[in-house]
């Protein structure tokens, strides 16, 4: 039992390495293209140097870092033509998942979501909980279709798509706390509504209302690009 709760333990400290730096690839913290130390990480995350080459591993196969022989790990860098094929694959496969948790989806977590859309309104200025629960919003899409291929296959989408966005949008040149509110008020809206549809426990109304929210998501998101 002993060696069974150490490669326990082993398992759960790299899932906590590939999190942690998964989560900093999608918010811009980690940039494309920069190179990683694994020393460095190791210190920063307090652990030792196996678990962080274990998750950058993992990122490797997730395409958000680019691992090769005898050079240093770097955070992949992805091109506008990503960009496009990520958001045509979301709008076939998203409303298509939809339709399949939507009458999973417990009323309970509707209502979570809905208490942090509500209070991110009231704060639309914090650009960094938006991302946060954007990502809830559309991991919750998938999360309850009883389907482990879906789920990962989203997830990687959402997470790329989402740290393309986020990538977008730091560098915009008249950003400022104004814009970057005004662009949150929107999509947290329209988040709002994504959640009636759900309520409504109708697969086609819920799908519709998916694909309407990625393609207008798509077309700010080219504007300000």
């Not at 400290?13 to 989560?23: N, P």
């Not at 960094?128 to 389907?147: G, K, P, Q, R, W």
Request: charged share 25%.
């Amino acid at each position: 039992m002993g060696l069974l709760k150490s490669i326990d333990e082993q398992i759960t400290l790299k899932e906590r390495v590939y999190d942690a730096l998964r989560t900093e690839i999608i918010m811009g913290n980690l940039q494309p293209g920069q190179q990683l130390n694994i020393v460095d990480l190791a210190k920063q995350l307090h652990t030792s140097r196996a678990p962080v080459r274990e998750a950058l591993s993992m990122l490797n196969q997730d395409g958000l870092i680019d691992l090769e022989s005898y050079k240093r790990p770097r955070v992949a860098v992805g091109s506008p033509k990503d960009y496009q094929v990520i958001n045509d694959l979301r709008m076939v496969i998203e409303p298509y998942a939809v339709r399949m948790s939507v009458q999973n989806i417990p009323q309970e977590k509707i209502d979570d979501v809905r208490e942090q859309l509500e209070n991110l309104l009231r704060n639309p200025s914090d650009f960094n909980t938006f991302i946060e629960t954007d990502m809830i919003v559309h991991e919750m899409l998938f999360a309850y279709a009883d389907s482990k291929v879906l789920a990962v296959i989203l997830g990687n989408l959402c997470s790329f798509s989402i740290r393309f966005r986020y990538l977008v949008e730091q560098a915009l040149p008249e950003k400022n706390e104004k814009t970057i509110a005004k662009q949150v008020i929107i999509s947290t809206k329209e988040h709002l509504k994504l959640l009636d549809s759900l309520e409504t426990r109708d697969p086609e109304k819920a799908s519709a209302t998916v694909l309407w929210h990625l393609k207008n998501s798509l077309k700010r998101n080219k504007l300000n690009h």
